[in-house]
């Protein structure tokens, strides 16, 4: 299994500003991902951090709004830049163990945008 | 859309009833997972089975998987207050990395 640890837990910020948000992770894993899950909806996967190479972002998301970084095999961090409300979600990370191919997920960072 | 399509949408039970939820998806899997997530916190991930596995029980947990109609269930037998929870279904697809999520069944379970 892997214990994961997100940093803020939650936060209220001005539209305008950026957030960057953490996750450690207690063992090397090779795939990293961060997700959004916007009020009262389903999670949707914002990009894909592989440690080495640029993030690989999905479809209706943009490097420039959500830079990340992978710095090493256990941490990462998603920015999301320029805020406005829409951006208020809870942002997950998760990560993928290899053997077994079980999916883990962070605690969550409940951001509120105003 | 990628992701898959939970029904019911929500789900309000007795305590001690089974709690039974659907999940179909659209495309080939290596395997599907489900999760349980509280209050909008993080997901706690309940079991995974693979796309050669026809069903799995993990305690009061059982999930089948039926890839010829692309569908899961996941029964929740016994029902206890404390398994109020959102639920959602998320499969890998064959050759992806990442997993696509359902859209999520809202279960209550009433003391």
């Known amino acids: 299994s892997a214990v994961i640890s997100q940093k803020p837990s939650r936060d209220i910020c001005q539209r305008g500003t950026s957030l960057t948000i953490q996750c450690q992770v207690d063992?090397?894993?090779?795939?990293m991902f961060w997700y959004r899950q916007q009020p009262g909806q389903s999670l949707t996967l914002i990009a894909t951090?592989?440690?080495?190479?640029?993030?690989?972002?999905e479809s209706g998301f943009v490097i420039d709004k959500f830079p990340i970084s992978r710095p090493n095999l256990t941490f990462s961090t998603l920015t999301v830049s320029n805020m406005s409300p829409e951006d208020s979600s809870i942002y997950l990370c998760?990560?993928?163990?290899?053997?077994?191919?079980?999916?883990?997920f962070g605690p969550g960072t409940r951001l509120l945008v105003l | 859309s990628q992701q898959g399509e939970e029904d019911p949408q929500a789900l309000s039970i007795q305590e001690g009833e089974n709690a039974t939820m659907n999940c179909s998806y659209k495309?080939?899997?290596?395997?599907l997972q489900w999760y349980r997530q509280n209050s909008g916190r993080g997901l706690v991930h309940l079991i995974l089975?693979?796309?050669?596995?026809r069903e799995k029980h993990s305690g009061r947990l059982r999930v089948t998987l039926d890839t010829s109609k692309k569908s899961s269930s996941l029964l929740i037998t016994a029902s206890r207050a404390a398994d109020t929870a959102s639920y959602f279904c998320?499969?890998?697809?064959?050759?992806?990395?990442?997993?696509?999520f359902g859209t999520g069944t809202r279960l209550t379970v009433i003391p």
């Open positions: 998760s990560v993928r163990v290899p053997v077994g191919e079980t999916q883990y």
């Open positions: 063992s090397q894993v090779t795939m």
């Open positions: 951090a592989n440690q080495g190479s640029e993030a690989t972002y």
């Open positions: 495309t080939s899997i290596n395997n």
């Open positions: 089975i693979r796309s050669n596995e």
């Open positions: 998320a499969t890998r697809q064959t050759g992806a990395n990442n997993l696509f």
